[in-house]
């Protein structure tokens, strides 16, 4: 299995509050995404990150931000959480871009936001 | 109309059937085609790539016709390990996959 760890693995929060959500991976690999899984809505990428300091939007970005320091580390923060953010979180990771290459991803975090 | 449509099931088979899954996508730009494998609260992990002269492995058989952007899963002899949720996941241009809600296998004894 790829070096992906997610952390935390659940967390309940209350409305309001910033939460930070981290991925970290051993693989030494370029690409790193976050995504969101809901039912009947698949995974959905929030988003996603090129290179160190090189990060991009993706379809559901709103509420959300990134950033990434380090190759192994990115970060995804809700500065104001809502309800309507409670999902399960995936991290991934390419080598190459994600469109040609295999994705891997991390354990998930579970979010309730209260 | 999603990017990336399936069936959701779920599909209640008898071990040692024989499963398809199908699924559409609507961006005919796409260039990358994958099945992926998810079980109950966990990650997904791929099965398989989609090749345009289809491919297979094992008892998977993938095949993918993009002229009626249509791609398919074919699963043989089905066991009590292949109850799980298979993605179908298209991929193009710069940005990331585009995951379909995926398909629930419920393979019985």
């Known amino acids: 299995d790829a070096g992906i760890t997610q952390s935390p693995r659940h967390k309940v929060t209350e409305t309001g509050t910033p939460v930070t959500l981290r991925c970290h991976q051993t693989e030494n690999h370029r690409y790193m995404y976050w995504y969101r899984q809901d039912p009947g809505h698949g995974l959905r990428l929030i988003h996603y990150?090129?290179?160190?300091?090189?990060?991009d939007k993706g379809e559901v970005s709103d509420g959300y931000s990134v950033s990434r320091s380090k190759t192994e580390d990115f970060l995804l923060t809700l500065e104001s959480a809502t309800s309507s953010q409670t999902s399960v979180y995936f991290c991934?990771?390419?080598?190459?871009?994600?469109?040609?290459?295999?994705?891997?991803f991390g354990p998930g975090t579970r979010l309730t936001v209260l | 109309r999603k990017e990336v449509e399936q069936d959701p099931g779920p599909f209640n088979v008898p071990e040692g059937a024989t499963v398809a899954f199908n699924c559409t996508y609507s961006n005919s730009a796409s260039q990358s085609f994958f099945w992926y494998r998810q079980d109950c609260r966990k990650e997904p992990k791929l099965l398989m790539s989609?090749?345009?002269s289809g491919n297979e492995d094992g008892r998977f058989t993938a095949q993918l016709n993009r002229a009626s952007q249509y791609i398919s899963l074919l699963i043989r002899d089905s066991k009590l390990s292949d109850s799980a949720t298979y993605l179908c996941v298209v991929g193009g241009g710069r940005r990331a996959l585009t995951f379909g809600s995926g398909t629930r296998l419920q393979v019985q004894p």
């Open positions: 991934a990771i390419s080598e190459s871009p994600a469109s040609t290459d295999t994705q891997y």
């Open positions: 989609v090749y345009s």
């Open positions: 990150s090129y290179g160190v300091k090189d990060t």
